[in-house]
C-alpha cells in the first residue's frame, strides 16, 4: 500500500477507529469494558470515547493497546506501522519525523511503542524453536502446441507453475 492508497482508505479518524473495531471485535459493536453491556455508543465529540448505555461510563476500546493514553493522531500512528513494517531496513526517528510531521520525541515514542510491542513475550512460544522455510516453483515449461509453437508467452512464464512452501 502506498501513501496515496492509505489516503483513500483512511479519510479521517472514524475510517481508522472503525477498521481498528472491525479487526478487534469482528462483527460485534464494542464491549463496555466496565460492565461488559454491548449497549454503547460513540460520543460525537470525542471519536475515540465510547459510553455504555447501562453504566452510562465512558470507555475507549484502544484500552490495553500502544494506542491508550496518545494524543497523537491514528492516522500518523497508522501510517508510521505501515512505515515499519514495510521498510526492509527499518526506519529512524528522523525519518519518521519526517514522514508524519512530529517532532522528533513524538517519533522516536511512538517507534519504541512500535518495537516494544512487537518485542512481547505473550505468544512468543512458538518463535523459540528454530524453524525453516523454503519456496518453490514446480512445474517444466509448457510443451509445444499441435502447430509446433510453445503454448506460453515469455511473459507468462511463471505464471504456469505451482508455488510450494514448506515451513519445518
Not at 473495531?21 to 466496565?34: F, L, S
Not at 471519536?47 to 494524543?71: A, L
Not at 527499518?90 to 511512538?110: C, D, F, H, M, P
Amino acid at each position: 500500500m502506498n501513501f496515496l492508497d492509505f489516503q483513500k482508505k483512511f479519510k479521517d479518524d472514524n475510517a481508522i477507529i472503525n477498521h481498528y473495531i472491525k479487526i478487534r471485535y469482528g462483527n460485534k459493536k464494542p464491549a463496555c469494558n466496565h460492565c461488559g453491556s454491548f449497549k454503547v455508543h460513540q460520543r460525537p465529540k470525542r471519536h475515540r470515547i465510547f459510553q455504555c448505555n447501562d453504566c452510562e461510563k465512558d470507555f475507549s476500546v484502544f484500552k490495553g493497546t500502544i494506542f491508550e493514553q496518545s494524543t497523537t493522531d491514528l492516522r500518523k500512528w497508522f501510517y508510521a506501522i505501515h512505515l515499519f513494517l514495510n521498510s526492509k531496513k527499518g526506519i529512524s526517528g528522523l525519518q519518521l519525523e519526517r514522514e508524519i510531521n512530529v517532532t522528533y520525541k513524538t517519533a522516536w515514542r511512538i517507534l519504541n511503542r512500535i518495537r516494544t510491542t512487537m518485542n512481547n513475550p505473550q505468544g512468543q512460544e512458538v518463535f523459540d524453536t528454530i524453524m525453516e522455510m523454503d519456496e518453490t516453483y514446480v512445474g517444466g515449461k509448457p510443451r509445444k502446441g499441435p502447430d509446433g509453437k510453445p503454448n506460453y508467452k515469455v511473459t507468462d512464464k511463471w505464471s504456469k507453475k505451482v508455488p510450494v512452501v514448506g515451513i519445518r
